[in-house]
């Protein structure tokens, strides 16, 4: 008889759970970013197609604007481009759109087209002798522009499909609306909407430009201290309000306070940085010692000084000199090598002070009385190494003199 054995219960094996990876915000940045036909590299194609970005601690970060901030690089028609007056770098340009009628009739504005550049100001117009210098910088930047191209993109935001505001790099605009006209279409950065605080991107990218005019950096933050007044109410404490600025515009401490400063008396001094003349420093330093020396008077001296710098009664500084390239820069003259460090004065050796004897002798008796076999009379007093090797041996035979004494 056979006995059907059952076999033992074999463990059931769990169900294996299919899980559907989900886009993260980085990879759903990069898909969008694929969407709008920007160009990607090999790198992020293939971190794009895996799941590289699906950790929480890599997507923590993309809510700051470095990662969450959209913008592409396109071509667009240089008309489409707009100047914004609340920019410290805004010309007042006229609209000619290339008619030589209405070049010709142009006034009282800046005429910036292809191939001509025009301070048109009245000569008496607060900007005037600002905006002569600002076209000479902005005819030089052209010839770059030319031979180089544009480095950095002038970058703007998407108002509507035929309107760019220009958030930074209007004097790249205003050189390539000189060079090539209104109806080229150049590659541009384009925020694909206004950024949160267009004046302190303004301010941050003046700063870092060494050849920005001081009037230009005040002006820009004036624009982005005003732009951050919900963030710097009246009872903030100084120094919050000092931290939550350098942080907001990455200045030092030392420029926040001298902005600061010059800018509660921007007014008086708005001459003499139209005009270029005297540096940052300078025109802190003057407005310190006013304080100082008159606190209730500080607005009137100052107005005195202003006119007495503009009539040429007082001589100061022109700001912003023409920058120096390590080409135009002269090479540093080599020092002659010497064999160790002239000598200006002559030294007694040291004497004991346990034998005060020899500079006993040395100061009761003449040199010339020692007998040290030293030729006083024919000493070349001029020559400092062989005075002090004399004096050495005159020294050394009183010591030897005072020792035979000091043992009979």
Request: glycine letters at 4%; hydrophobic letters at 35%.
């Amino acid at each position: 008889m056979t006995h059907n054995k059952s076999e033992p219960n074999k463990p059931t094996k769990p169900r294996k759970r299919r899980n559907v990876a989900r886009a993260s915000s980085q990879q759903q940045l990069i898909n969008d970013l694929k969407d709008q036909s920007v160009p990607m590299g090999a790198k992020a194609e293939k971190l794009a197609a895996s799941n590289s970005f699906t950790s929480k601690q890599d997507a923590s970060h993309l809510d700051e604007p470095l990662f969450a901030d959209k913008f592409s690089l396109e071509h667009i028609i240089v008309q489409r481009i707009s100047p914004q007056e609340d920019n410290a770098r805004f010309l007042p340009i006229a609209t000619t759109l290339g008619d030589a009628d209405k070049i010709a009739a142009a006034t009282d504005c800046v005429v910036c087209d292809k191939g001509i550049l025009e301070n048109r100001l009245a000569k008496d117009h607060p900007r005037y002798a600002e905006v002569d210098a600002e076209i000479a910088e902005i005819i030089s930047l052209s010839r770059s522009i030319k031979r180089e191209g544009l480095i950095h993109p002038i970058t703007v935001w998407r108002q509507t499909t035929s309107s760019y505001p220009i958030l930074a790099g209007h004097r790249r605009y205003y050189a390539v609306l000189f060079l090539y006209g209104h109806l080229v279409s150049i590659r541009i950065k384009i925020y694909l909407k206004k950024p949160k605080r267009p004046q302190v991107i303004r301010f941050m990218e003046n700063n870092l430009r060494q050849d920005t005019s001081f009037y230009d950096t005040l002006r820009s933050y004036e624009f982005a201290i005003t732009e951050l007044s919900p963030e710097l109410p009246a009872d903030l404490p100084p120094i919050e309000r000092l931290k939550r600025v350098m942080e907001f515009l990455g200045v030092g401490k030392t420029t926040y306070y001298r902005l600061n400063k010059l800018l509660n008396y921007k007014s008086i001094l708005e001459p003499l940085l139209a005009a270029n003349v005297g540096n940052q420093t300078e025109l802190y330093n003057k407005v310190i010692e006013l304080e100082k020396t008159a606190p209730n008077e500080v607005d009137a001296q100052l107005t005195q000084w202003v006119n007495d710098v503009l009539s040429g009664a007082v001589d100061i500084s022109v700001e912003a000199p023409e920058q120096e390239t390590p080409s135009s820069r002269p090479a540093p003259k080599k020092a002659k090598r010497t064999s160790g460090r002239v000598r200006k004065h002559y030294s007694i050796p040291k004497l004991p002070v346990s034998n005060p004897e020899p500079i006993k002798q040395l100061v009761s008796r003449g040199f010339a009385s020692i007998d040290c076999g030293v030729d006083w009379d024919a000493l070349d007093y001029g020559d400092v190494t062989k005075v002090q090797e004399a004096l050495e041996v005159a020294i050394q035979k009183l010591v030897e003199q005072s020792k035979d004494k000091n043992s009979m």
